[in-house]
């Protein structure tokens, strides 16, 4: 085996697959990634997802795959969660950023451009600690949110009257009749933001019901939806 820059990572995942019953580990399809794009570093994204997945197979053995996170999710949700009998449908991932997909006959269109705003949860954040609020609880995976009131009340119309807008702009050329908001916020803001969202566009929204990780979620699914996505 070559050297490698990532034992760390790569014996993190010996000891995810060593903590399988050994029946399990035999049936192992393979090992699914998740990982962000990095647009300010310049490199190629795509280049370094294969190499990243030669690399880790060459070491460990089993099949690899190498995913944006978003993308994932996106696979996540439609194997296991509320999108999964929808075929047609537009997908949004609320974290730091507002991300989307679009899915058209349940293949998953990652696109040179992927949607990406900065209307998502550190926004909020911004404010929050503008007006001295506690900030921590906005990235626990668990639990409810404090009441925030107004601040949370004008960052929730920001964040729909993007979401409305990208969808404005990708009706002009798909149809679509449901939207799908994936996140870790608590389920009571992203049914809040659906139900908003729904009432300013007349689009049916509902909100992702794999939590608090979609994005861990469609790393496992990796192996069998990889099939389904369309660069």
Known sequence: NRSTNHSEFLNTIRKAISMLPKKARERLAGVGLALPYSFSSGRDQEGYFNALQIEIEEHLGVSVFVQNDITAAVSGESMFGV????????????????????????????????????????????????????????????????????????????????????????SQFVEFETVVLSSYAPPEICGDICRKLEAQTGVRAVAGNITPSPKAVGAASLPFSSRFIVE
């Open 83 to 170: 999108a999964k009998p929808l075929s047609d449908y537009m997908y949004f991932y609320l974290g730091a950023n507002l991300h989307g997909r679009l899915v058209l006959n349940h293949q998953i269109y990652n696109g040179n451009s992927p949607l990406s705003f900065d209307v998502g949860m550190a926004a909020l954040e911004k404010e929050l600690a503008k007006h001295r609020q506690p900030l921590e609880p906005l990235w626990e995976r668990t639990g409810s949110w404090p009441d925030y009131g107004d601040l949370l009340i004008a960052w929730e119309g920001r964040l729909i009257d993007q979401m409305a807008q990208s969808l404005e702009s990708v």
